[in-house]
Nanobody, 130 residues
Framework: QVQLVESGGGSVQTGGSLRLSCLAS????????MGWFRQAPGKEREGVVT????????VYADSVKGRFTISQDNAKNTLYLQMNSLEPEDTAMYYC???????????????????????WGQGTQITVSS
């Protein structure tokens, strides 16, 4: 049973930084597409950034490019999201998600859409105040 556990949420002022972590209880971490998604009240869930662990290929939403950075620690099966220059518009519940890639030769980036992702964490709240 795959479990994803996020940590690192909290409240910051505009311009502040936070780092999220997602511990994945999976075997063969390198075969997973993983991503960070967020959902603000009254809005649909949106993809923030995804990464194919095996190749490191990433896709960022335009709204976070240059401010957010995704990274991984394969030895710890952990995904990170470094968030800098936070804005009130970044306020949302942030979720870690994972999907196992069947064809390992496929090193393409992973989609930002949420539908392919099978496993989801419980979410961690980020609140940015002005």
């Amino acid at each position: 049973q795959v479990q994803l556990v996020e940590s690192g949420g909290g409240s910051v002022q505009t311009g502040g930084s936070l780092r999220l972590s997602c511990l994945a209880s999976v075997t063969t971490f390198s075969r997973y597409c993983m991503g960070w998604f967020r959902q603000a009240p009254g809005k649909e869930r949106e993809g923030v950034v995804t990464i194919y662990i095996g190749s490191g290929a990433t896709v960022y939403a335009d709204s976070v490019k240059g401010r957010f950075t995704i990274s991984q620690d394969n030895a710890k099966n952990t995904l990170y999201l470094q968030m800098n220059s936070l804005e009130p518009e970044d306020t949302a519940m942030y979720y870690c998600a994972a999907a196992r890639r069947i064809i390992t030769a496929n090193t393409n980036p992973c989609p930002l859409g949420s539908s392919p992702y099978t496993y989801w964490g419980q979410g961690t709240q980020i609140t940015v105040s002005s």
